[in-house]
């Protein structure tokens, strides 16, 4: 009689310390975990602004890719930092340029449809006087 | 959304994000603790069951952990609820929480963990009321725990935000394997199944991971599964 009732408590007394366990092990495991998928999470946001989307994912879904462009913008702020480049300067929209034709060609957002094989002659500007008026006209 | 903040906001730590991620943390340990409960469950019925059966599972372990891993489970299911309804970086809503296909946010996979939460909130009503339901009905009810299970567990892979990290797929793996060796062991010894449906039930206990491995490479894996997976545009309204 007694020999189960000692039974009975010790095995209480195990289900109480496994149930601890189970909890305190929940707890921990929740705050570390929340300490390891954060870092990574923001840290990757860090390079990667689409990253903080809902869904998680590393990639936001296309549908959300649509605004990103807009991103380049608020990343418009970041340029004021280099204010003193005179002719290059007015990059937001499509900072890198088709194919890399080397420096030269920097008015590349040039005027409208042709005027590629007259372009030599604004091309020329820069490299004769740095003056502001040629790169001012070249940005319409 | 807030489309791109600045590295100096995302930085910043106590993050407006931060219940998004106590979420998730939550929704992971969570399934840790369904899946000690419903393993123990199988096993009770084979191991710890009634007076000669294979009783090798001491009783405190069979009946009472059970119902304490279930609890706990239970807890930290309102916590997982709670901060997903609270968090407002994703648009949940306590009526999204309770009733299926409700929210614009995955629907499916947010539904399966909704059906996951109703199904196991029966069990544990029933649970309460075992002595005036009967044994029957009960067990009824209560074999849906098992369902509940496998639904937490397509919601975690449906709409887990972390399931591309490895640690996290060998997390849910090895659940789905505890459970599964659990349900295989219980299978061989229910009663009133024929060999061939033994046989029949476990191969597809066992097939079934292989299987999901299959859509997770070409689901959940792929970067951009939150497209397929029904996550609304940034206009379309969270936040």
Same mark, same amino acid.
């Given at each position: 009689m007694r020999e189960a009732q000692l039974r009975r408590d010790r095995a209480r007394r195990a289900v109480g310390v496994l149930t601890g366990v189970l909890a305190g092990g929940s707890v921990v495991a929740t705050g570390a975990i929340v300490a390891v998928v954060t870092p990574g999470d923001l840290q990757h946001a860090r390079t990667?602004?689409?990253?903080?989307?809902?869904?998680?994912?590393r990639t936001p879904p296309a549908a959300v890719r649509?605004?990103?462009?807009?991103l380049p913008s608020a990343g418009a702020v970041a340029p004021p930092r280099r204010p003193a480049a005179a002719g290059t300067a007015r990059t937001p929209g499509r900072a890198p340029a088709p194919s890399g034709r080397g420096a030269a060609p920097s008015p590349a957002p040039a005027p409208p449809p042709a005027p590629p094989t007259t372009a030599p002659a604004p091309a020329a500007t820069p490299t004769t006087v740095p003056p502001p008026a040629p790169t001012a006209t070249g940005g319409s | 959304v807030t489309a791109g903040p600045g590295p100096a906001a995302v930085a !910043? *730590? /106590? %993050? $407006?994000?931060a219940l998004w991620y106590l979420d998730r943390a939550a929704g992971l340990v969570l399934l840790v603790l369904l899946t000690v409960a419903v393993a123990l469950g199988q096993a009770s019925v084979r191991y710890g069951g009634r007076p000669g059966r294979d009783r090798r599972l001491p009783r405190f372990l069979a009946v009472d952990l059970h119902r304490n891993a279930a609890l706990l489970g239970l807890s930290l299911l309102a916590v997982h609820v709670g901060t997903a309804v609270a968090d407002d970086f994703v648009d949940i809503t306590v009526v999204d929480a309770v009733l299926p296909?409700?929210? $614009?946010?995955?629907p499916v996979w947010l539904s399966a963990g909704t059906l996951a939460l109703d199904l196991l909130v029966a069990v544990a009503v029933t649970t309460a009321l075992r002595r005036r339901l009967g044994p029957a009905g009960w067990r009824v009810v209560h074999r849906s725990g098992l369902a509940a299970w496998a639904l937490a567990v397509g919601h975690g892979l449906g709409t887990g935000s972390d399931i591309r990290r490895p640690w996290v797929l060998a997390l849910v793996f090895g659940c789905v394997a505890v459970v599964g060796a659990a349900t295989v062991l219980r299978l061989q010894s229910a /009663?009133?199944?024929s060999r061939g449906l033994r046989a029949a039930a476990c191969l597809l206990v066992l097939t079934a991971p292989l299987v999901t491995a299959g859509w997770l490479r070409a689901g $959940?894996?792929? !970067? %951009? *599964?939150g497209h397929p997976a029904g996550t609304p545009a940034p206009a379309g309204g969270h936040r």
């Open positions: 990667d602004p689409s990253a903080t989307f809902p869904d998680g994912h649509v605004p990103l462009p807009a | !910043a *730590w /106590p %993050d $407006p994000k296909f409700g929210s $614009p946010y995955r /009663p009133g199944l $959940p894996l792929q !970067a %951009d *599964w």
